[in-house]
């Protein structure tokens, strides 16, 4: 599905790092747009993607800004996803821990140390 050495690590309080990948290491016909947006303070306006390869379809577990607020200028053509819909995701060839919880689409590795939001009680931190 994406295989690449290139990508944006995105930190944010209380998170273990979420991943933007380039648009164009994504096998081609992979991304569907999906319905719905969402905003990010920092950001900006993100739309959603479904991903689909083979007979696994995640509906809109990914995201990404078409028009990022010029700080976050360079994550425009790249695409973050949740770790936690995919069969697999690998860092460096460590497999990847989702962040717990629906909302969130932080990647954890051995390299990152917690406490992360996502946990029951985490919501108001």
């Known amino acids: ?8 690590r995105v930190l944010e309080t209380s998170h273990p790092p979420t991943y933007y990948l380039p648009r164009a290491a994504f096998t081609p016909g992979v991304l569907r747009e999906a319905a719905g947006t969402s905003y990010c303070e920092w950001k900006g306006v993100a739309s959603y993607l479904t991903i689909a390869a083979g007979d696994r379809v995640a509906e809109a577990k990914a995201w990404f800004y078409p028009e990022p607020v010029p700080a976050y200028g360079v994550l425009a053509d790249h695409i ?46």
């Open 80 to 125: 973050a996803f949740y770790p936690g819909a995919m069969d697999t995701c690998a860092i460096d060839g460590e497999q990847v821990q989702p962040q717990p919880g629906n909302f969130y689409g932080g990647w954890i590795t051995s390299r990152v140390v917690g406490p992360f939001k996502g946990e029951p009680g985490t919501a108001y931190w």
């Open 1 to 8: 599905m994406v295989d690449t050495t290139t990508s944006y």
